[in-house]
């Protein structure tokens, strides 16, 4: 990825002039004005927004997902579901805990 420089102002944001070398806080040609710095660092890279959007479609799913598995769970397997991780750990390869049934 490349290095985008960003001023902020009181109405909220825009990509600048500046360079790794040089400071130029004048807007550059496409600025991409949000009042948030997200939305304007969204506007000015498409890569950016693809991961964006991969990330918000996952988080969705793990919702929907966590969401079903409470629905279909007593209430000590959901409690313990929290407390025992299974996902990898990274240091050994091997899963903490497991699945629960």
């Not at 102002?9 to 496409?30: C, D, I, L, M, Q």
């Not at 997200?38 to 919702?63: G, P, V, Y």
């Amino acid at each position: 990825g490349s290095t985008v420089h960003i001023t902020a102002f009181p109405r909220g944001f825009y990509v600048n002039r500046s360079t790794s070398s040089s400071f130029n806080p004048a807007p550059a040609k496409e600025a991409c004005y949000s009042q948030a710095l997200l939305d304007c660092l969204l506007q000015h890279s498409k890569s950016l927004r693809e991961a964006w959007l991969i990330a918000q479609t996952a988080s969705k799913n793990r919702a929907e997902l966590i969401r079903e598995t409470a629905m279909t769970e007593d209430s000590i397997t959901s409690l313990l579901r929290s407390a025992v991780s299974v996902f990898p750990n990274n240091n050994s390869g091997t899963s903490i805990g497991g699945p629960l049934t």
